[in-house]
């Protein structure tokens, strides 16, 4: 049902930007959220967004440097990432929510996508 994209290469201190794309109208209501899981880790938090684009939610890691965003028109869902670190190097997966707001409980949300890799030299 979504389908990230923008992943790759990048040095460290550069930038990148992840997209997700509902294939249907599965998540205009819902918050989303972005995860991310590196080699050997469990899969972690990094941002999610209340349905409206009201609320947003950051992982301590990543704020400051991470900007959450959606276009509802749009069925999508992005992820502005500045300032990347090598410790930002994993697989990144777009998640819808059970409800209207985003949540850092990997267990609230029932869509994923398919993951997008992530890469920071240094």
């Known amino acids: 049902q979504l389908q990230a994209s923008g992943g790759g290469l990048v040095q460290a201190g550069g930038s990148l930007r992840l997209s997700c794309t509902a294939r249907?109208?599965?998540?205009?209501?819902?918050?989303m959220a972005w995860f991310r899981q590196a080699p050997g880790k469990a899969r972690e938090f990094v941002a999610a967004i209340s349905w409206r684009g009201q609320t947003t939610l950051y992982a301590d890691s990543v704020k400051g440097r991470f900007t959450i965003s959606r276009d509802n028109a749009k069925n999508m869902v992005s992820l502005q990432m500045d300032d990347l670190e090598p410790e930002d190097t994993a697989v990144y997966y777009c998640?819808?929510?059970?409800?209207?707001?985003?949540?850092?409980?990997?267990?609230?949300?029932?869509?994923w996508g398919q993951g997008t890799q992530v890469t920071v030299s240094s």
């Open positions: 998640a819808t929510s059970r409800s209207s707001y985003g949540s850092r409980q990997l267990s609230d949300y029932v869509y």
């Open positions: 249907r109208r599965t998540s205009s209501n819902n918050g």
